[in-house]
């Protein structure tokens, strides 16, 4: 199934803040006591939260009327009273009337929702005879934590949910894949169409399924959950407020926004959202970059494809898988074999492939051998001559050779495979080396070392390709890596004698071309600098 759906759901005006949507930023509270919650309540406020969720299933005490009045008189914000069962995936486990009854007290003494499971809102419709005050609406909620339905159950699921009596409609489901989220999607829009009286939330849990708490306003979706901290979630996958509104600029997102992102395994250590997403807020430009965890890429690209999602960096270890769905690339991108900057045309949908690594790492080598901030003007590269062993036979260990031969270096391949090793040997002219033979070999001192594999990277980061001692017959040691900043590999290499560059630099070089890319526009390139730097 292909997301070509348009989102096609209009944005419902402007708050006192500038948004362009009306989703709603929910604070899950959970804590052990309700003093505590009345502090997270005020934290939410002051985080941007628009609504809490009380989560009364996680209360270590729980004293019914009294403590409901206190959570509802004292809280800044509208509220959400949730006491979710085990069977649902929470913590409450007595009977149900008194669960019932709490939810009930909620509703009389002015909560502004109340949540309760589809599995039990017939019953639970039966304890209240239907007294529910005006004011408050009733969320039915269903929880899949095992995968997510075909479009048509979902529909079904929608349908049912609806009946038994929901004023908003909530679902969630488990992402085994990216491409799941699209009939997630392609719900929230269907439902929109053919019923508009009732909102819907709907969610799609785990990393895979984070973009539906990030696109939601594009779609239509009535609330979406952001976190306090990292990691005190209610649900996986849950990013926090502060990167929902900060980073993702939910506020900003409307059915017209492009949506961008960085298509990878693993993709939630990139920083790459946070320089896209304040360079197009910084040139008013409608557009959105986001994490996307992608196992399989030609069924991503087969899936996503309305023009909507119009463009992606590729990074670590899709680069050369990519460049083969395109149905165009530039000729250095197939000189090198791979792309790292995949544009979805806004005419026809086809995908214009590119690559940019070799541009930013090249650029950043030179200067590092120079002692420069700025690269040579003349024909000479201070590569030229120079033995450049490059590790990785990957996306970017290919970009690395192109580049480094085109300079005049002489190339070595080192890589775990030593098959691979010799394949890209053999393209740009150099020599091949299996990785575990990396820390012997020194024909020469005054080396050049780049690192374009993953070792290193958090959260693995007491990793290293290269045994220090061997560190000390190179020039200079640059590592692709950069996160973090500073590896265990350019900390011995430095302890070593040599000069190094960080993967920031790299980064920031093919950031500058590919924002370009995506936009038309010039690149900031101070604003990249201050928020890496």
Request: aromatic fraction near 8%.
């Amino acid at each position: 199934m292909n997301f070509a759906v348009e989102s096609g759901v209009k944005s419902m005006g402007s708050g006192v803040e500038m948004r362009k949507n009306q989703t709603l930023i929910c604070a899950p509270l959970m804590a052990d006591s309700v003093d505590q919650v009345v502090v997270l309540m005020h934290t939410a406020k002051l985080k941007g939260a628009d609504i809490v969720e009380i989560r009364l299933d996680h209360l270590k005490s729980f004293n019914g009327r009294a403590d409901i009045e206190k959570l509802i008189r004292e809280c800044p914000l509208p509220t959400l009273f949730t006491y979710r069962p085990i069977w649902e995936g929470g913590q409450y486990d007595g009977d149900e009337n008194s669960r019932f009854n709490a939810l009930r007290l909620a509703m009389e003494l002015g909560a502004d929702h109340i949540d309760i499971e589809l599995k039990a809102a017939h019953e639970f419709n039966n304890f209240i005879r239907g007294n529910k005050p005006e004011k408050c609406k009733v969320i039915v909620s269903s929880h899949n934590y095992d995968n997510t339905p075909s479009a048509e159950d979902l529909g079904n699921l929608v349908a049912r949910i609806q009946a038994a009596g929901a004023d908003i409609v909530k679902f969630a489901t488990t992402a085994l894949d990216i491409t799941d989220v699209v009939r997630v999607f392609q719900i929230m829009v269907h439902s929109q169409y053919i019923n508009l009286q009732i909102p819907i939330i709907a969610m799609v849990m785990g990393e895979r399924g984070l973009i539906s708490r990030i696109l939601c306003p594009k779609f239509g979706g009535y609330l979406t959950f952001g976190t306090l901290e990292p990691g005190k979630v209610s649900a996986p996958g849950q990013p926090t407020i502060d990167e929902l509104v900060n980073i993702f600029n939910l506020r900003l997102i409307d059915t017209d926004t492009r949506v961008f992102g960085i298509i990878g395994k693993p993709v939630s250590h990139s920083k790459s959202p946070k320089l896209y997403n304040a360079a197009f807020k910084a040139a008013g430009f409608n557009g959105v970059y986001v994490h996307l965890l992608v196992d399989d890429v030609p069924k991503f690209f087969e899936t996503y494809s309305s023009t909507d999602f119009s463009g992606f960096s590729i990074t670590i270890p899709h680069k050369e898988v990519a460049l083969a769905l395109c149905d165009e690339v530039d000729p250095t991108a197939k000189a090198i074999g791979a792309v790292n900057c995949v544009i979805r045309r806004p005419t026809d949908g086809h995908l214009f492939g590119c690559n940019t690594d070799y541009i930013g790492a090249i650029s950043a080598i030179e200067d590092g051998l120079l002692g420069s901030h700025h690269g040579p003007t003349g024909a000479g590269s201070p590569l030229a001559g120079k033995l450049f062993v490059v590790i990785g036979a990957g996306g970017a260990g290919k970009a690395l050779a192109y580049g480094a031969k085109r300079k005049g270096a002489k190339v070595v391949i080192a890589n775990r495979t030593y098959d691979r090793a010799r394949e890209l040997a053999e393209i740009v002219g150099g020599q091949a080396l299996s990785l575990a033979e990396l820390g012997d070999f020194h024909p020469e001192s005054g080396m050049i070392l780049a690192n374009t594999t993953s070792i290193g990277m958090q959260p693995k980061v007491e990793e290293t390709p290269v045994p220090k001692e061997a560190l000390r017959h190179y020039k200079l040691v640059f590592d692709a890596v950069y996160t973090p900043k500073i590896t265990r590999l350019l900390r011995e290499a430095e302890e070593m004698g040599a000069k190094i560059v960080t993967g920031v630099e790299m980064f920031i070089g093919q950031a500058y071309e590919q924002y370009e890319r995506f936009t038309g526009l010039p690149a900031p390139k101070q604003l990249f600098k201050d928020i890496v730097n």
